[in-house]
Every structure is written in C-alpha cells, then in structure tokens.
C-alpha cells in the first residue's frame, strides 16, 4: 500500500526510466523494503540535475522519497559504488534481469530477499563472462520464480508427487511441472541434478550454493526456464531477447 511518509535512505536499483515531461522522468525502481515502485524525478533531465548521473541501471543507490499517489516523488539519490556500468552482453543480461522484475513484480510488493538476490546477480554479471554469466542468469531465474510462488519442487515429480528417480531423465514445462522426459528432450536433466539444485535452493541463503548447481547444467536449464518464463510473463519473447536477436544478426 502507498505511503504518504518520506521514506529515506531506502536501498534500490533503477529498472527503466521514461520521459514525464519536457524536463522530467518517471523511473521505475525495485527497493529493498517497498518492492517495485514508480518515482517521478522532477528536472532530472536538466543538464544541472544531480539525478542525471545516478539513475542509471544496475547501479546500487540509496533514495529518499515520499507522497501518496501511485506515482511517488522522488527528493534524492545517491549511488553507493561498487562497480562500473556493464557493457556488452553482461549489459544486456542487466536489462533482461529488469525485465523480468517489470514484467513478474506487482508495485509495492515487498521482496526483501530478492532485492538481495539480484543484488548478487548484478554484481556477478559486472565482473563475470561466458559460463560464469549464463549460471549467475540461471541462479536469479530459478530464486526469482520461487521467491513468487512460480516454481515446483523439484526433487519430485509435480503431478504425482512421487520422488524423482537419480538416474532417470525429467524436464520441466510450464503447465506440468517437472515430469518424464521424451528421448526427444534433449535438455532434460536426471533426477539427481534436480534434486541437487532443489538443496541448494532450500539453504537460508541460496544464492552461492545455487551459482555452483547451476554452473554445471546452464545450458540446459536455459530453455527450460525461459519457456517457463514466457509462460508467465505472457509472451513469446522478451524483449531483451529480441534486442540480443538482432545484435547477432548485425
């Protein structure tokens, strides 16, 4: 629910930004104790604006903010450091990341354990390439759909409940869960790689023990997960994806 407080010293990221009027923005953040909420940063397109350096994606920033309206104002912000902009594909992965948070997250609906989480992403995806980037997007999509209620258990078959077998092969769809796999599923896992990964998302704090699951079978879980995704997000691809599509084809 909306406030009328000031809230500050508040921790969040930046997710999007989008013109408000001649001289203002309207920045859409994740906090760390409000969830998912819009600001609009009045004169943040003024070439004097402190605002203008600062409300830049995948950047920790503390904010002060207050009103009651669904559409807050924003009174200051202030980066906290850490690490430099991510360029190339680790850029990309940022604004697929946020993507998701728009798409999945209701406004001023508290996540204070994924607000950590992506936390830990984004400072893996600023240092990290290659394997070590597509475990680090697989760990926040598996901690994302769980930490909203979207994701089965998997170290058990979801429609009947019954306990996966080590060795045999399952995947997972979107309207059934993990279940057997056909010999035409090549991205399937085995029982015991699921329940594997089931550990460590069960751990009070998941994240390093899910990094180290997933960097074994990214490039399985991949196209599992983004079915996934899309199932829930409504779409057929992101636009991140879209956007990574016609950058290769370039």
Known sequence: ???????????????????????????????????????????????????????????????????????????????????????????????YLNELLLALLARDDPHPALFDIYSDVVQVIASEHGEALQAALRTYELLLLREIGLLPQLDVQTMTLAPLQPSTRYTLVPEGGLRHASDADRAALDGSQWAYLQAALDLGAPFAATLRACAAVASELKPQLRALLHYHCGVTTLRTRRMMLDIQAL
Do not use: C, N
Not at 47 to 61: A, D, E, G, I, K
Not at 71 to 81: P, V
């Open 1 to 95: 629910m909306a406030t009328s407080k000031r809230i500050a010293d508040e921790p969040a990221y930046v997710l999007h930004r989008y013109d408000w009027s001649e001289t203002s923005l309207i920045v859409e953040v994740f906090t760390r104790h409000h969830g998912r909420i819009a600001l609009v940063a009045k004169g943040a397109k003024r070439p004097s604006s402190s605002f203008r350096p600062v409300l830049l994606p995948m950047q920790p920033l503390r904010l002060a903010f207050g009103g009651d309206a669904e559409i807050r104002t924003l009174k200051s912000a202030e980066w906290q450091g850490g690490h430099t902009m991510p360029r190339g594909d680790a850029l990309l992965s940022g604004y």
